[in-house]
Antibody, heavy 122, light 107 residues
């Protein structure tokens, strides 16, 4: 089955770190760029970060630059998001998404996971 | 960064009627690189339309996209109860890709 399954969410204190994971199945993972998109409570969708098929290209939204790091392990068909110095405003449902191209830029998202919820609160 | 503004915020439509959703960009979306996603309550978004007017695999023919430049439209003909959802437009012509704030379709 073609799917993306996120994990790693939970309750975390402000200023602490959390690592999200996304496991892919049913398609050739290393043929595509991958992204994280988030949805804050009651809000719309926000692109967070993207990574090219071979990790040579990465890009971040301004609001996470310097705090979040996206990475992937093609052998494990997995995508990761290391989130440091978390803030209350990072509270959101984080979706793993698959691009339709190998590199960053000019791609839309044709497969989404169900998301993992990160709550930043003391 | 291209800002996408969707209207209306909420659209109330009866089953069998047509729904017209608008997405306006703050600057031209080159090559028509605009997609539409449907998100039902508690579910992940699903790709409906890409490159302005192309239906994604498995999407019913009652969904259609149109537009170019800064003005894009998603039309749902003969609305069905299962179409109750939020709809988001997404431009991927320039980095960072951005989403509209969404339109809620009420039946």
């Amino acid at each position: 089955e073609v799917q993306l399954v996120e994990s790693g969410g939970g309750l975390v204190q402000p200023g602490r770190s959390q690592r999200l994971s996304c496991e892919a199945s049913g398609f050739t993972f290393d043929d595509y760029a991958m992204h994280w998109v988030r949805q804050r409570p009651g809000k719309g969708l926000e692109w967070v970060a993207g990574i090219s098929w071979n990790s040579a290209g990465v890009d971040y939204a301004d609001f996470v630059k310097g705090r979040f790091t996206i990475s992937r392990d093609n052998a494990k068909k997995s995508l990761y998001l290391q989130m440091n110095r978390l803030r209350a405003e990072d509270t959101a449902l984080y979706f793993c998404t698959k691009d339709i191209v190998t590199t960053l830029g000019f791609g839309y998202f044709d497969l989404w996971g169900r998301g993992t919820l990160v709550t930043v609160s003391s | 960064e291209i800002v996408l503004t969707q209207s209306p915020g909420t659209l109330s439509v009866s089953p069998g009627e047509r729904a017209t959703l608008s997405c306006r960009a703050s600057q031209s979306v080159s090559s028509g690189y605009l997609a539409w996603y449907q998100q039902k309550e508690g579910q992940a978004p699903r790709l409906l339309i890409y490159a302005s007017y192309n239906r994604a695999t498995g999407i019913p023919g009652r969904f259609s996209g149109s537009g170019s430049g800064t003005d894009f439209t998603l039309t749902i003909r003969r609305l069905e109860p299962e179409d109750l959802a939020f709809y988001y437009c997404h431009q991927y012509s320039s980095s960072p890709g951005t989403f509209g704030q969404g339109t809620k379709v009420e039946i």
